[in-house]
C-alpha cells in the first residue's frame, strides 16, 4: 500500500490536506463559498490535533465554520451574498491561508498576514487592483473582458448601429 511509505506526519495531515486540495480546486478561478467550508473543516480538523490551541487560533476557527456554513447554505439555496463575504472568505479563510495555518510552523497570525501579502501581489500581477478579490462564476479576465467592451449591431427600428455594453448581453 502507497501509505506505507509516507512519513507518519503527512499521513496523520491527509484529512487536511485533502481538505485544502478540493477548496484548491473549487477557487481555482473565483473566491467559492463551498472553499470556505471545506477550509473551515481542516482547520478544525488540525485544531483538534493540537495539544492546546490558543483561544484566539479556536474563535478563528469557530467563526471559520460559521462563515462556512453559512457561505454553504447560501450556496444550496442559490441566494447571493455580499462582497464583504467574500473578502473575508479570501483573505482569512483561502486554500493559501489555511495551508499556511496548517503547514509552517510560523503561526496563525503570521500565516495570515504572509498569505495576505501573496495574494495581494497576485492580485496586482494579475491586473491591479479590480482583481484583488473576485467572486464570479466566470475566469477574472473573461468578467474583465465583459466589463470593458460592448458589441454594436444594427437596430432595424431607429436605422442605425448601436453599441450595447456586454455586461447587458451576459448574465452577471
Do not use: C, K
Not at 65 to 87: A, H, K, T
Not at 91 to 118: D, K, Q, R
Not at 135 to 153: A, D, K
Amino acid at each position: 500500500m502507497i501509505l506505507q511509505y509516507l512519513p507518519p506526519s503527512v499521513i496523520r495531515a491527509l484529512p487536511e490536506l485533502a481538505l485544502i486540495a478540493i477548496g484548491f480546486v473549487v477557487e481555482w478561478h473565483y473566491v467559492s463559498r463551498i472553499t470556505v467550508f471545506t477550509n473551515s473543516m481542516a482547520l478544525a480538523t488540525h485544531t483538534a490535533s493540537l495539544s492546546d490551541p490558543s483561544a484566539l487560533f479556536t474563535a478563528y476557527v469557530e467563526f471559520g465554520i460559521v462563515l462556512g456554513l453559512y457561505g454553504f447554505i447560501q450556496y444550496i439555496r442559490e441566494e447571493s451574498i455580499g462582497q464583504p463575504y467574500y473578502v473575508t472568505a479570501y483573505y482569512l479563510y483561502s486554500s493559501m491561508t489555511v495551508g499556511l495555518i496548517i503547514f509552517l510552523p510560523v503561526g496563525a497570525f503570521a500565516a495570515v498576514v504572509l498569505a495576505t501579502v501573496a495574494h495581494i501581489g497576485m492580485a496586482v500581477w494579475r491586473g491591479g487592483v479590480s482583481s484583488w478579490v473576485y467572486s464570479g462564476p466566470r475566469p477574472f479576465e473573461v468578467t474583465y473582458f465583459i466589463n470593458q467592451n460592448s458589441i454594436r449591431y444594427p437596430d432595424h427600428e431607429i436605422g442605425r448601429w448601436v453599441s450595447v455594453p456586454l455586461t447587458e448581453v451576459f448574465d452577471r
